[in-house]
């Protein structure tokens, strides 16, 4: 299944490289589509068990803020 973040706080080409990882390596069963930094949002594809707390929980772990998942 496809999801969109709303993701506030990025500021860097860093901050996408460091989303990446902690999206794919603390959460099993997510992937990366898309991580616009000007846009703020990262577009994922999650396999079915990946909760939206677990996915906040990673996008916080780095200080940003996860202000909606479409």
Do not use: P
Not at 29 to 54: C, M, N, P, R, W
């Amino acid at each position: 299944m496809k999801k969109r973040l709303i993701i506030q706080g990025m500021h860097c080409a860093n901050c996408v490289k460091g989303l990446e990882m902690v999206l794919t390596e603390d959460v099993d069963g997510v992937s990366i589509d898309k991580i616009d930094l000007e846009g703020g949002y990262a577009d994922i594809f999650v396999e079915d068990g990946v909760t939206d707390e677990a996915l906040k929980i990673a996008v916080e772990e780095l200080g940003f803020e996860l202000k909606g998942i479409e």
